[in-house]
C-alpha cells in the first residue's frame, strides 16, 4: 500500500497556526493572492478608465452625429432656397418677356391710332377745305 500514502506535511507558522503547505510554499501562494489581488484592482480601474472613454466617445459620437444632421438639414435648405430662387428669378424673366411683348403689342396699337387718327384729321380738313 506504499502507492495509497499522500505525503503531507503539517507545519506551525510564527503565528502558531497550523499549516498543510510548507512555509515557503505559503509565502509564494500568499504572495501570489497579494499579485492577483493588485492586478485585479488594476483591471477594475482598467475597465472604469475603459467605461468612461467608452461614455464620453458615445457623447462624442452623438454630438458629431446632431452636427452631420444639422449640416445636411443646412445644406438642403441651401440647396432649396437656390432651387426657389432660380423657379422665382425665370418667373420675373416670364412675366418681363410677357409685359415686353404688351408693350410691343400696345405701342403697335397706338401707332395704328396715331395713323388712324391722322387719317381722319386729313380727312376732316379735306372735308372743311371742299365745303368752303
Known sequence: MDGG????????DENNQI???AADKYRETENLKG?????LKKIMSFNDMVSTLTEVLDAQAQKIED?????????NKVEG?????RKREQ???TLINEKKMMLE????QYES?????NEQKLTIEKLSNNEI
Open 67 to 75: 452636427a452631420k444632421l444639422r449640416a445636411v438639414g443646412s445644406r
Open 35 to 39: 499579485e492577483c489581488i493588485d492586478f
Open 113 to 117: 391710332l396715331q395713323k388712324v387718327a
Open 19 to 21: 499549516r498543510v503547505l
Open 5 to 12: 500514502k499522500i505525503d503531507v506535511n503539517i507545519t506551525f
Open 105 to 108: 403689342r400696345l405701342n403697335y
Open 91 to 93: 418667373e420675373l424673366r
Open 81 to 85: 432656397e437656390e432651387d426657389n430662387r
